[in-house]
């Protein structure tokens, strides 16, 4: 079952490997999560700001990886968000693993960010919703 709900920060928190970057009282954040058994195995943590949103982490617990629970997380965020411009996010340019799951959902590289992640190349990729933004608006 995939929830959009902040109430689960306790349970993220218990799973997650990065913790630092996870907030409660950012009022732009937001978390989807990916429930089995009553168990968070699972999550999406992103910003929504206004036209655009911006993913902060995407992660799955290390037993269910390759289940195609990021992409089911992926798939809910982008269908629940087609009113929105685009969708961008940052990636360390040596996790081929996440870079292509968000090549098969159509995000694109458009900058690098050279050593943001100690050193290493941050990649900023981004998926455009723009068609279907702009046929909305005419
Ligand atoms: C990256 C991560 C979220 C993927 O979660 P997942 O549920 O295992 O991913 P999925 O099963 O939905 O895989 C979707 C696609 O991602 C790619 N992928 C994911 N894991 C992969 C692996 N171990 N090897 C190769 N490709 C992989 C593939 O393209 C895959 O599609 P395919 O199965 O049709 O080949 C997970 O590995 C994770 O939590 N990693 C640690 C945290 C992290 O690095 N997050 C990204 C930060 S930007």
Request: glycine residues 4%; contains cysteine; hydrophobic residues 35%.
């Amino acid at each position: 079952m995939i929830c959009e709900s902040n109430e689960y920060l306790d349970e993220i928190l218990k799973i997650s490997d990065k913790k630092d970057i996870l907030e409660s009282t950012n009022p732009f954040s937001k978390y989807l999560v990916y429930i089995e058994n009553n168990e968070v195995i699972g999550f999406c943590y992103y910003y929504d700001i206004y036209e655009k949103l911006d993913i902060a982490y995407i992660f799955v617990r290390e037993d269910k990886r390759n289940n195609k629970i990021a992409s089911k997380l992926l798939e809910y965020l982008i269908n629940n968000n087609q009113d929105k411009e685009n969708i961008t996010l940052e990636v360390n340019e040596n996790n081929i693993n996440a870079i292509k799951l968000y090549e098969k959902f159509g995000f694109k590289s458009v900058a690098k960010r050279e050593g943001y992640y100690n050193g290493i190349d941050g990649i900023l990729m981004e998926k455009k919703l723009e068609e279907l933004f702009n046929s909305k608006i005419e």
